[in-house]
């Protein structure tokens, strides 16, 4: 059992039923689930992941004061610690100092003003290029058990992806820093006789393709230990999760270099091919540089096209 499952039996068994039978009244403006930080809201926690953090539990949203005011919030903090603190074998465990609640009654505005700066989902220009990619991710990632007003569904659809013109410019800056490591410094760090730093090229190229192909995507990165797992489960590109894995967990002797060298060319052939058929670039080769730019120009809002190329990475 995965702790998205943990949490959708423990709220089903226990916490549904104490809200209809406690707090009837307060139903219609209640929402519950669970999002968030936590590799649960995103299924990729395992037997191993039950060391820290596994618990039962589930997020129950409120509305503002003026529709659920403090002391109905308390009355339900209060019925939530009340429920069983074992469930399935699964303690739960008391409220971390360090990495704060990530179950229990939170205000929905608090909730995603935390997450995003934004109490409603309307994100500015600056919020977008801003806010970090793996909060976005926590505010539209896990499941919500239900929700009566709708008003988390409507805040995480509003947050589901990037606007498109912030998707291209990522990717404009992100393909720029592709080109910068993996097609030009990594020939130069080795020509100096440096194969830490032409590793480190390597892990910068590996790290831009790896946004890249998210962005392609139109998926959220996840956090970087879960890269791989969400990678091979994206519909497009999926295939190159091998050679990216190979790029990094390879040394830099001068058996190998030639290859690397070769399997990073591979990599931006592909990609360039992909940007061709999307008609986001129509730069005749696999030069990455030269295929930032001409996705930049895709931007339609003049001045976020004219801010400098890496301005949303």
């Given at each position: 059992?995965n702790?998205?499952?943990?949490?959708?039996?423990?709220?089903?068994?226990?916490g549904?039923?104490?809200?209809?039978?406690?707090?009837?009244q307060l139903l219609p403006?209640?929402?519950?689930?669970?999002?968030?930080?936590?590799?649960?809201?995103?299924?990729?926690d395992?037997?191993?992941?039950?060391?820290?953090?596994?618990?039962?539990?589930?997020?129950?949203?409120?509305?503002g004061?003026?529709?659920?005011?403090?002391?109905?919030?308390?009355?339900l903090?209060?019925?939530?610690?009340?429920?069983?603190?074992?469930?399935?074998?699964?303690?739960?465990?008391?409220?971390?100092?360090?990495?704060?609640?990530?179950?229990?009654?939170?205000?929905?505005?608090?909730?995603?003003m935390?997450?995003?700066?934004?109490?409603?989902?309307?994100?500015?220009?600056?919020?977008w290029?801003?806010?970090?990619?793996q909060?976005?991710?926590?505010?539209?990632?896990?499941?919500?058990?239900f929700?009566?007003?709708g008003?988390?569904?409507?805040?995480?659809?509003?947050?589901?992806?990037?606007?498109?013109?912030?998707r291209?410019?990522?990717?404009?800056?992100?393909?720029?820093?592709?080109?910068?490591?993996?097609?030009y410094?990594?020939?130069?760090?080795?020509?100096?006789?440096?194969?830490?730093?032409a590793?480190?090229?390597v892990?910068?190229?590996?790290?831009?393709?790896?946004?890249?192909?998210?962005?392609?995507?139109?998926?959220?990165?996840?956090?970087?230990?879960?890269?791989?797992?969400?990678?091979?489960?994206?519909?497009?590109?999926?295939?190159?999760a091998?050679?990216?894995?190979?790029?990094?967990?390879?040394d830099?002797?001068?058996?190998?270099?030639?290859?690397k060298a070769?399997?990073?060319?591979?990599?931006?052939?592909?990609?360039?091919?992909?940007?061709?058929?999307?008609?986001?670039?129509?730069?005749?080769?696999?030069?990455?540089?030269?295929?930032?730019?001409?996705?930049?120009?895709?931007?339609?809002?003049a001045?976020?096209?004219?801010?400098?190329?890496?301005?949303?990475?």
């Amino acid at each position: 059992m995965n702790g998205l499952e943990l949490s959708r039996s423990y709220f089903e068994e226990f916490g549904k039923p104490m809200l209809e039978e406690q707090f009837p009244q307060l139903l219609p403006h209640l929402a519950a689930g669970l999002i968030g930080s936590g590799s649960e809201c995103s299924g990729y926690d395992d037997d191993i992941s039950q060391d820290h953090d596994f618990a039962p539990g589930f997020c129950l949203f409120l509305p503002g004061e003026d529709v659920v005011d403090r002391r109905s919030a308390f009355q339900l903090e209060r019925a939530y610690a009340k429920l069983p603190k074992e469930y399935k074998g699964f303690a739960r465990p008391a409220l971390s100092p360090v990495g704060g609640n990530r179950h229990g009654v939170l205000r929905t505005e608090e909730f995603f003003m935390a997450k995003t700066g934004s109490p409603d989902g309307d994100l500015t220009l600056q919020q977008w290029l801003t806010v970090p990619e793996q909060s976005l991710l926590e505010a539209t990632k896990g499941e919500i058990f239900f929700d009566n007003e709708g008003a988390m569904t409507r805040i995480r659809a509003a947050l589901r992806y990037y606007p498109e013109d912030v998707r291209l410019k990522r990717l404009a800056g992100y393909l720029l820093l592709m080109g910068q490591a993996g097609q030009y410094n990594y020939a130069r760090c080795l020509r100096h006789n440096e194969p830490a730093a032409a590793q480190l090229a390597v892990c910068e190229f590996v790290k831009s393709t790896i946004s890249v192909i998210f962005l392609l995507n139109s998926t959220y990165q996840p956090y970087y230990k879960w890269t791989f797992r969400a990678l091979c489960a994206l519909p497009q590109f999926s295939d190159l999760a091998e050679p990216l894995s190979w790029l990094l967990t390879t040394d830099n002797s001068p058996e190998l270099c030639p290859a690397k060298a070769a399997r990073i060319e591979e990599i931006a052939v592909v990609i360039s091919d992909h940007l061709a058929d999307q008609s986001l670039s129509n730069i005749p080769d696999s030069e990455l540089e030269a295929h930032a730019y001409a996705v930049n120009d895709h931007v339609k809002d003049a001045v976020l096209r004219n801010m400098h190329v890496l301005a949303a990475v």
